[in-house]
């Protein structure tokens, strides 16, 4: 299993481009779907501005929209096998969690990180791969979603906490990093220049 789970965007290059091993070209898989219902239209600058990164790394690009996989799970599960990675942009967590689940992605995302996919995630992408997203409304408004659903992709159990530096979302996420302490979750806190690396048993923050 390999996890790239950043709070903003890749900071450390050289961290997320070691994870592909010795793959020249990785082509990769982007969801953007965090970006709500009209994300196609709200996202388009971003997705080029992701597009910019990740062909300055040396890797090609594939934009996928999980709505068109709306109860055709076995279409995206030939559709990833196509792919060395994944990356999942940020926006609304409750919204893309729905848009997961619409397409069964949470059922056949391990097997295809097993095979050696690398799974990278920024804000929403990288919460959603922890077990649950409960109480990040604090930040994100779970009415964007058409239904609400806690349960994550569970590729780690550990929950991450993006943004903790960040001004802006600053009280948000105090009463995030509160309630969660309150619970028994393993939680990595995340600046917004750092990432949580996990390469099979070994996790290191870069």
Request: charged share 20%; net charge negative.
């Amino acid at each position: 299993m390999k996890l790239f789970l950043s709070s903003l965007s890749i900071q450390n290059v050289g961290a997320y481009r070691s994870l592909f091993g010795g793959i020249k070209q990785p082509h990769i898989a982007m969801i953007y779907n965090a970006g709500g219902a009209d994300s196609a239209t709200t996202s388009a600058p971003y997705i080029r501005a992701n597009r910019d990164m990740f062909a300055e790394m040396g890797m090609t690009v594939d934009v996928i929209d999980l709505l068109d996989y709306t109860d055709m799970h076995d279409n995206l599960d030939d559709t990833l096998s196509k792919y060395d990675g994944l990356w999942v942009t940020g926006g609304n967590t409750y919204y893309l969690n729905w848009a997961i689940h619409q397409s069964g992605l949470q059922n056949i995302i391990r097997k295809h990180c097993e095979r050696g996919l690398v799974y990278g995630g920024e804000s929403a992408g990288a919460i959603v791969a922890g077990p649950n997203i409960d109480h990040f409304q604090a930040i994100d408004e779970p009415s964007e979603a058409p239904t609400v659903i806690l349960e994550g992709m569970s590729l780690t159990e550990i929950v991450v906490v993006p943004h903790f530096d960040s001004q802006k979302y600053s009280d948000g996420i105090k009463r995030i990093d509160q309630a969660l302490r309150e619970t028994d979750a393993t939680v990595v806190r995340l600046n917004d220049d750092k990432a949580l690396v996990i390469d099979g048993q070994h996790k290191m923050l870069v």
